[in-house]
């Protein structure tokens, strides 16, 4: 086992050689995204686990290619972007849910389509819409020119090196590491940093783009060109869930910020514990992102239903509860296997429950995260999968939540319903409700705020 604070400081330690190595391409990579919904690399240095691996370099530019021609097939399946007036605000999201209470009316919606999710976004915006097939020939290009740069030039090799050099095993980066600069990774910080900037000379007028801080690469990619050619714009990062300790690609260091990180010049967060927490490195750092509250934003859909305040801290942890009660939804987070591990504890607890047994059985429902495969969950007995429902109506429909990673936590708590939030095995708990309990307090109190205007917030800006 690997403390935290020492895989953090390592990572710094890396930045100013490798970024300058491999360019912007370093911020866009896995080691520095350090997103444990992603990458492994986190959970197995906690859990003390060496991945068996093997042919890394070839899987990784399978992944690449593979990549390369998704993105033509998304390009097949949304056609160009014509007849679209010149927006001064705009915003790049997921889902219209996820930028929530902002609509059409507030600045134009440019959305990024989720993995197994593409026919849904076949009448809507998109950010392929932007891209030319002549610009995916150029991203091909530009792809298989910066493998044969990382490779023959032994800028992996120098990676691989000094992380064989430190007390880390390389075996645990090895991964991460091909992936980042020769596989899938790379191809999608190329196209994403490509799209952004056709989105930039196609709307001249732009005066702010907003979007959901997450910490990830494509979001670096919309700050890169925004720093080097565009920087009248001003980027706006809003933070749409609480994120843990343990989410590490949210929590930037002093060493990112001193390496011109590509971060928004703003970023909204909900309630002051928040705001402190990100402004930490404001007096010292000019390029530290300046914080605002910005309002409860998709938590304001449910601002109707919520239980008295007393009612909003029924935390109940694996190790305190002694039954499931009531129908149960089950919300599934982005890494596969995380989202196997949970589904087999869910089962597990139907299972001892329920079956043999008299009583009536309550129904289990998986709300699967949109990267989830639709064949990723064997079904079996009174369990349903909700793939078109809203997190909110199905909240209303149960009694109990289980989660491990979500902000929907939050919103469970305040509704009145029972939460729980499991270990697993082979990952670190990145549940926000694993932390103290006036941490906890905090954020919900945060969260539901309402007198805050996220429209009048962001017209300050």
């Not at 959970?43 to 686990?49: E, F, P, Q, R, V």
């Not at 070839?58 to 690449?64: A, D, E, T």
């Not at 029924?314 to 982005?334: A, C, N, T, W």
Request: aromatic fraction near 14%.
């Amino acid at each position: 086992m690997i403390p935290k604070n020492d895989y953090l400081n390592f990572i710094d330690d890396l930045t100013p050689k490798y970024k300058k190595l491999f360019g912007d391409t370093w911020w866009y990579s896995l080691l520095s995204e350090k997103n444990p919904s992603k990458s492994m690399v986190y959970h197995n240095l906690i859990k003390g686990t060496v991945p068996k691996g093997g042919f890394e370099a070839v899987k990784s530019i399978y992944l690449g290619v593979k990549k390369c021609l998704s993105f033509v097939v998304r390009r097949f399946l949304f056609k160009d972007a014509v007849g679209i007036s010149d927006p001064k605000i705009i915003f790049i999201t997921y889902d219209k849910n996820f930028m929530y209470p902002f609509n059409e009316e507030d600045g134009l919606h440019i959305y990024l389509p989720q993995k197994n999710r593409w026919k849904e976004y076949i009448d809507e915006l998109v950010i392929d819409n932007f891209v030319s097939y002549s610009d995916l020939l150029k991203l091909f290009t530009l792809y298989f020119f910066m493998v044969l740069d990382n490779v023959f030039c032994l800028k992996i090799y120098k990676l691989k090196k000094d992380i064989k050099n430190s007390f880390f095993p390389y075996k645990i980066f090895k991964e991460d590491v091909w992936r980042s600069f020769a596989g899938d990774v790379l191809v999608e910080g190329l196209f994403y940093e490509l799209a952004f900037e056709n989105v930039y000379k196609r709307f001249p007028n732009i005066e702010k783009v907003v979007y959901p801080y997450e910490g990830q690469a494509w979001e670096k990619a919309l700050n890169t060109k925004l720093n080097i050619k565009y920087g009248d714009i001003k980027s706006t990062g809003v933070l749409c869930s609480t994120p843990s300790d343990n989410t590490l690609n949210f929590w930037y260091s002093e060493q990112e910020i001193d390496n011109r990180l590509p971060i928004a010049g703003y970023l909204g967060v909900f309630g002051k514990d928040l705001k402190h927490r990100f402004n930490i490195y404001e007096q010292e750092y000019l390029n530290n992102p300046h914080t605002f509250l910005i309002g409860p934003m998709r938590f304001r859909n449910i601002q109707n239903k919520l239980k008295h305040c007393n009612d909003l801290l029924r935390i109940v942890h694996e190790k305190e509860h002694k039954r499931i009660v009531y129908d149960i939804l089950v919300i599934m987070p982005s890494n596969e296997q995380m989202a196997l591990e949970l589904w087999n504890w869910a089962i597990m607890e139907y299972k001892l429950q329920w079956v043999g047994s008299k009583q009536k059985r309550n129904k289990i429902v998986i709300k699967p995260h949109p990267d989830n495969r639709r064949d990723l969950f064997q079904f079996e007995g009174d369990i349903a999968l909700a793939y078109g429902s809203t997190v909110e109506d199905l909240l209303g429909k149960s009694n109990t939540v289980i989660s491990v990673d979500s902000s929907v936590e939050f919103m469970a708590l305040a509704l009145g319903k029972q939460v729980i939030s499991p270990s697993l095995p082979s990952f670190v708990n990145l549940s926000p409700l694993d932390e103290n309990i006036d941490k906890v307090k905090d954020y919900i109190n945060n969260y539901f705020d309402f007198s805050k205007d996220e429209r009048e917030e962001l017209n300050k800006i």
